[in-house]
């Protein structure tokens, strides 16, 4: 979750530490004419529901839920609470969230018009161009501040094999370069993103790539995604009832009621 700092010291706010304390600050940011949580477009949303599996819900439930297919833990406190914060993001939201570019949604935040965004690292990238330092001017918290691990989603570059040596020498050299730590550093530092090596010039970071690598320093820290757990048919389903959720009336109670049934279904 990105925060600018300025929305809640201007207005007398305590800057968050985790969501429950955005949530408790969302009447008084509502009041100063700041919409509490920027979103966009339905991949965003969804975003913020699987975000809060691991952040709310906790790794346990998590891993119950999408990993073993538990429709029992479907049912828990944890996983109960995960729909409840869900439904506490519907209502910190504006009006013309649907459809907005995500970069749209990050600018909102760095403008002041919005209080924060739950994102991937990359929006760190508009926070830099932006001239924003963080710790100053903006925070971020990994995993909402309750539980700061990370999943393994993410790109891959792949090479077509070939015969040809002077083929396979260019993409030797090309494949040493984009992971050599100069480069992770330069380029993960415009990014926003974080290095794939753990052997980086720490002095270059900031502060909120430093809380990554920590993060990614303990294995036990590092989640597979649910990319890696759910067949693409139930992760559809899923967004689908996140989506449903998010942008009517449906109760904590129906949402898991719905999210059973598919989990019981699940491959």
């Known amino acids: 979750m990105w925060l600018n700092r300025h929305v809640f010291e201007d207005n007398g706010i305590p ?3 985790n969501w429950q304390e955005l949530v408790d600050a969302a009447p008084a940011l509502q009041e ?5 949580l920027a979103t966009g477009q339905p991949w965003q949303v969804d975003g913020i529901r699987n975000v809060m599996q691991v952040a709310i819900g906790g790794v346990d439930n998590y891993l119950a839920v999408n990993g073993d297919k538990d429709p029992d833990a479907v049912m828990s406190d944890e996983n109960r609470a995960i729909w409840e914060a869900f439904a506490q993001a519907r209502d910190m939201v504006d009006d ?3 459809g907005r570019d995500w970069n749209v949604a990050t600018n909102m935040v760095i403008q002041g018009d919005a209080a924060a965004q739950i994102m991937g690292d990359w929006a760190q990238g508009e926070f830099a161009q932006a ?3 963080a710790g100053v001017d903006y925070d971020c918290l990994p995993g909402l501040g309750n539980n700061p691990v990370l999943d393994t989603g993410g790109d891959a570059f792949y090479f077509p094999k070939t015969d040809d040596p002077d083929i396979t020498a260019a993409q030797l050299e090309l494949a040493s ?3 050599s730590p100069e480069t992770q550093v330069e380029f993960n530092l415009v990014k926003g993103s974080l290095p794939v090596r753990g052997d980086v010039d720490l002095e270059a970071a900031n502060a909120c790539m430093k809380k990554g690598l920590e993060i990614l320093a303990n294995p036990e820290n590092v989640l597979p995604s649910t990319e890696q757990l759910l067949d693409s048919d139930t992760q559809g389903q899923i967004t689908d009832l996140a989506l449903e959720f998010f942008s009517s009336d449906m109760t904590v109670d129906e949402a898991l009621e719905q999210q059973q049934s598919i989990i019981e279904q699940a491959m």
């Open 15 to 17: 800057v968050p530490t």
């Open 32 to 36: 100063a004419g700041v919409i509490p």
């Open 96 to 98: 013309a969230y649907s």
């Open 131 to 133: 001239g924003q330092e």
């Open 177 to 179: 370069m984009l992971v």
